[in-house]
């Protein structure tokens, strides 16, 4: 199985920038996609970004703003965050599953990490 590990999280201020990484261990000699997804306080949990190849897929409420590096580690995956909104606050979750393509479906994923805070302030 996966195991992963956000960090990076923080306060800060809106108009900020903040980038969260997020590192898999265990099983990760197969093919597998990882994912961003977060959860502000009181609501569900939304997803965020992903990337599979060369392809990335963000939400409408990040497009422009948000962006997965492409020179990402073996086995780690960042997520830059720009022009930070308050709106933006939420315990953000870094995901797995094996395979490949973009999904942006939570229920596809069956691996999760701790999950990391960002709050922005206004």
């Known amino acids: 199985q996966l195991r992963l590990v956000e960090s990076g999280g923080g306060l800060v201020q809106a108009g900020d920038s903040l980038t969260l990484s997020c590192a898999a261990s265990?099983?990760?000699?197969?093919?597998?996609?990882m994912a961003w997804f977060r959860q502000p306080p009181g609501k569900e949990r939304e997803f965020v970004a992903t990337?599979?190849?060369?392809?990335?897929h963000y939400a409408d409420s990040v497009k422009g703003r948000f962006t997965i590096p492409g020179d990402n580690a073996k086995d780690t995956m960042s997520l830059q965050m720009n022009s930070l909104k308050p709106d933006d606050t939420a315990v953000y979750y870094c995901?797995?599953?094996?395979?490949?393509?973009?999904?942006?479906?939570?229920?596809?994923?069956?691996?999760w990490g701790q999950g990391t805070q960002v709050t922005v302030s206004s």
């Open positions: 995901a797995a599953r094996y395979g490949v393509g973009l999904d942006a479906r939570k229920e596809r994923y069956g691996y």
């Open positions: 990337k599979s190849g060369g392809n990335t």
């Open positions: 265990g099983r990760t000699f197969g093919s597998y996609v």
